[in-house]
């Protein structure tokens, strides 16, 4: 019973200690290919993302024990990682679903940002399909997230794109404001997952619900 109290405390340690910003080089075929990843502790397990000028996407299956910390990036059937912690740096091999392999390096970023880390909300970056009740109308959300800012835009039913405004990621949270159809409209969706929802207020008070996924 002692020994399995001392492995637990030990696991959960280390994956306190990874959590924060990690600037991650990816090796294979001569190539380099750059990306950020940032862990943090949600309800006692750990999660996270990654992202690059390309956009940003959840980490699926991560595991710590120890120093050893492995995930799944869930793009081209699945990318494996395997890293091995040491202080602030990282190391270990890839491979993706076609085999091919390679190697990685990680350090972490400066240590302020393991606090943002850790109250960083999930990756939104993409394109949502929704529907907002009673009317039924089919919305079509594309966020765009980085490290500075997010923006985005919202298309009703066949109509064409339209920015939002005050834009704003908290927590698990998206609110925005959008003006269609003549009038302006207050959104609050929560994100769980691969699906979102959440209602919205729009000209004289009306009211609604919005939910769909990726």
């Known amino acids: 019973m002692l020994r399995s109290l001392i492995f637990l405390c030990a696991c959960v340690c280390s994956a306190a200690d990874l959590t924060g910003t990690w600037d991650l080089t990816a090796q294979s075929e001569g190539k380099d ?20 000028e390309q956009g940003s996407m959840d980490l699926e299956e991560v595991k710590v024990a120890g120093d050893q910390l492995t995930y799944k990036i869930p793009y081209h059937g699945g990318i494996t990682m395997a890293l091995k912690a ?5 190391a270990g091999t890839f491979t993706t679903a076609e085999g091919v392999s390679g190697t990685i390096e ?28 009673p009317a039924g109308m089919s919305l079509r959300l594309e966020l765009n997230q980085s490290a500075e800012k997010l923006a985005g835009s919202l298309t009703p039913g066949n109509g064409e794109p339209v920015a939002v405004q005050d834009l704003k990621l908290e927590g698990s949270d998206v609110t925005f404001n959008v003006a269609v159809n003549g009038g302006t409209y207050s959104v609050k969706l929560t994100v769980s997952g691969s699906s979102m929802k959440g209602t919205f207020t729009g000209p004289e008070g009306s009211t609604g619900t919005i939910e769909g996924g990726r």
Do not use: E, F
């Open 33 to 52: 290919v750059k990306v950020q990843l940032v862990l943090r502790d949600d309800g006692g397990k750990l999660a996270g993302s990654i992202s690059s």
């Open 86 to 90: 040491s202080g602030n740096s990282m």
């Open 106 to 133: 990680a350090m972490r970023g400066a240590a302020a940002a393991a606090p943002a880390a850790k109250a960083a909300g999930p990756a939104v970056s993409g394109v949502w399909n929704l529907t907002a009740q």
